[in-house]
């Protein structure tokens, strides 16, 4: 059963960048879209950003576009959350997920991922 293991979060400033990593285990990472998700207090989950299998195409949600990038090392069975200029705003506990499904195009929808990691928590300081 596969893995998945998110690291990289911790308390930054108004302004800072971090970068999340999510380690998957098992042979099976790069037939899988992955995504990422972020929770924050009293909040439902909402979408941040996915990736398909190969690395080719990339989602974000509006509320990220231009200051995040999510990439992935298939050699490393790793996806990446690359976060720049965070915001108050962007305070949350941040989760990876695998997409149902091999080789299934991207989803902002959470329901459609099965496999999801214990998440990382992000606190932006104003």
């Known amino acids: 059963q596969v893995q998945l293991a998110e690291s990289g979060g911790g308390l930054v400033q108004t302004g800072d960048s971090l970068r999340l990593s999510c380690a998957a285990s098992?042979?099976?990472?790069?037939?899988?879209?992955m995504g990422w998700f972020r929770q924050a207090p009293g909040k439902e989950r909402e979408f941040v950003a996915a990736?398909?299998?190969?690395?080719?195409?990339?989602y974000y949600a509006d509320s990220v576009k231009g200051r995040f990038t999510i990439s992935r090392d298939n050699a490393k069975n790793t996806v990446y959350l690359q976060m720049n200029s965070l915001k108050p705003e962007d305070t949350a506990v941040y989760y990876c997920?695998?997409?149902?499904?091999?080789?299934?195009?991207?989803?902002?929808?959470?329901?459609?991922?099965?496999?999801w990691g214990q998440g990382t928590q992000v606190t932006v300081s104003s």
């Open positions: 990736i398909t299998w190969s690395g080719g195409n990339t």
């Open positions: 997920a695998r997409r149902r499904g091999s080789y299934t195009w991207p989803s902002d929808h959470r329901r459609e991922y099965d496999t």
């Open positions: 098992g042979r099976t990472f790069s037939s899988y879209a």
